[in-house]
């Protein structure tokens, strides 16, 4: 009889098995300190990207031997997570409880989202691998919730509403760092780069219809750089996201009122019976 496939563990957490504030007993290298490895291994993913990063090269940036780093953290995915949450600590949190619009916040999360993502392209590759409950990404998370909360949408409508925008956020600037990584990588601006790419896609007949189509729309679209396109096409996507949840809103709210206008029982309340 075969044996069964050996499940792959999920990934210990750095923050569970209380790793993240730990020191090994004596013996350390002088000058040398966990916040100085997570600030190298920031620099160096943000140069090099996830791809190229290692223990060893780390160690050579930090002049010290590849054994040392490991006085203060055990392994590579371990440093890694923690360099993910340093890095969301650069999101600038708006106060959830001091009465400004939602949909305000709404933007600023989005917004600072964003820039967290196209300056620092590997995070997105990290989002999900790791369990992601460090102190930074557990204040983002709940001053995403807490806002979203004041849209006036009911609980259970909640994470669809937190997945459309910041799934949206996630996608749009994961892939703008990407382009700006392979610009960076050509030697290129990324406007340098786009211009190629746009001569690359005429030369292929069989784009030419779509080509065609494109060009159309993004000369309504307007922008004299691949900058002010993004940025257009950005802010847009986020106002219809925020008009959708607003509709929503208002449908919520009209659905009781339809259904005790017409007798009717509201949706998802239950029927009632009369002997």
């Known amino acids: 009889m075969a044996k069964a496939a050996r499940q792959e563990q999920p990934r210990p957490s750095v923050w569970l098995e209380g790793k993240a504030h730990r020191r090994r007993g004596g013996g350390q290298p002088s000058g040398l300190d966990r916040d100085r490895i997570i600030e190298v291994t920031v620099r160096l993913l943000d140069a090099e990207g996830l791809a190229r990063f290692s223990m060893r090269r780390l160690a050579g940036e930090l002049d010290v031997t590849a054994m040392s780093v490991y006085w203060y953290v055990d392994t590579k995915d371990d440093l890694l997570e923690l360099a993910l949450d340093e890095v969301m600590g650069e999101v600038r949190l708006p106060d959830p409880d001091a009465g400004a619009d939602w949909r305000v916040q709404v933007r600023a999360l989005a917004r600072e989202y964003r820039r967290l993502l196209v ?95 494109s060009r159309e729309i993004m000369e309504a679209r307007g922008g004299d750089t691949v900058a002010e396109m993004l940025e257009r096409d950005f802010e847009f996507a986020l106002e219809l996201l925020i008009a959708g949840i607003e509709a929503m809103v208002a449908r919520e709210a009209e659905a009781p009122e339809e259904a005790q206008a017409t007798g009717a029982p509201a949706p998802g309340a239950p029927e009632s019976s009369e002997e």
């Open 119 to 213: 300056g620092h392209p590997w995070v997105s590759a990290l989002v999900g691998v790791y369990l992601n409950i460090g102190p930074n990404n557990l204040a983002f998370s709940r001053a995403v919730q807490r806002v979203v909360r004041r849209t006036g949408l009911p609980a259970k409508r909640l994470t669809s509403a937190i997945s459309a925008v910041f799934q949206f956020v996630y996608g749009y600037g994961t892939l703008e760092g990407h382009l700006a990584s392979r610009a960076a990588a050509g030697g290129m601006s990324v406007d340098e780069y786009f211009q190629q790419a746009l001569s690359a896609v005429t030369a292929a007949p069989q784009a030419a219809d779509v080509l065609r189509e």
